[in-house]
């Protein structure tokens, strides 16, 4: 039941506060290049809000387990089909602009790439996960 | 799954949460568990058989839906 090293940070109570400060800084620096430090100043602030409101978020088991510390095998569990059912809403909220798309005669665009890049990666992941289990 | 974690638990006067951290999860993971929410994996049903000297057969049943 001991993690193993590469867990041990991830089981840590900074991993998902110091992922928001890092993506708040991506942020940042995306905006800063595309000529708004504004906006990226203001994304920044609200990733490290949230970073600290899961940081300063208290003992309960839902933030403890999004935070990392109060991370098990039944989190794990609960985080994959969680993460499952995000991918499910991304997916058919795609599919569903794409198709509206396509009904008023307009080019789906990136809603099309981004269709066929979740099917693709399905079925990369699929291929993989079952040649590695 | 049925089992008798809670039986075992309670026998020897040990709280959820004391048995969480010996067994390195949560206390609603032992609760989820005792309440048959939730089938622990094979590591941490033989951590508990283990733990309290059993075998995982006598502490977990799979013959009942």
């Not at chain 2, 590591?43 to 009942?64: C, H, S």
Request: glycine share 12%.
């Amino acid at each position: 039941m001991t993690p193993n090293p590469s867990q041990q940070f991830t089981k840590s109570k900074w991993f998902l506060p110091a992922f928001c400060l890092a993506l708040g800084l991506v942020f940042l620096a995306a905006c800063w290049i595309g000529g708004h430090p504004g906006e990226g100043a203001y994304s920044l602030g609200v990733m490290v809000v949230a970073g600290l409101a899961v940081l300063l978020g208290g003992r309960s088991e839902t933030i403890r387990g999004l935070r990392g510390d109060g991370r098990d095998e039944r989190f794990a569990q609960i985080d994959l089909r969680a993460t499952a059912l995000a991918g499910l809403a991304v997916l058919v909220a795609l599919i569903v602009v794409v198709m509206i798309r396509l009904a008023r005669g307009e080019d789906p665009g990136g809603y099309g790439w981004l269709l066929a890049l979740s099917g693709v990666s399905y079925v990369l992941a699929v291929l993989l996960l079952r040649w590695r289990g | 799954m049925k089992n008798t974690v809670r039986a075992l638990r309670t026998k020897r006067s040990l709280a959820q949460g004391q048995l969480a951290e010996a067994m390195g999860v949560s206390r609603q993971t032992i609760n989820s568990i005792e309440n048959e929410r939730y089938t622990p994996s094979l590591p941490l049903a033989l951590a508990l058989a283990r733990y309290f000297g059993v075998t995982v057969e006598e502490m977990f049943d799979d013959t009942e839906p």
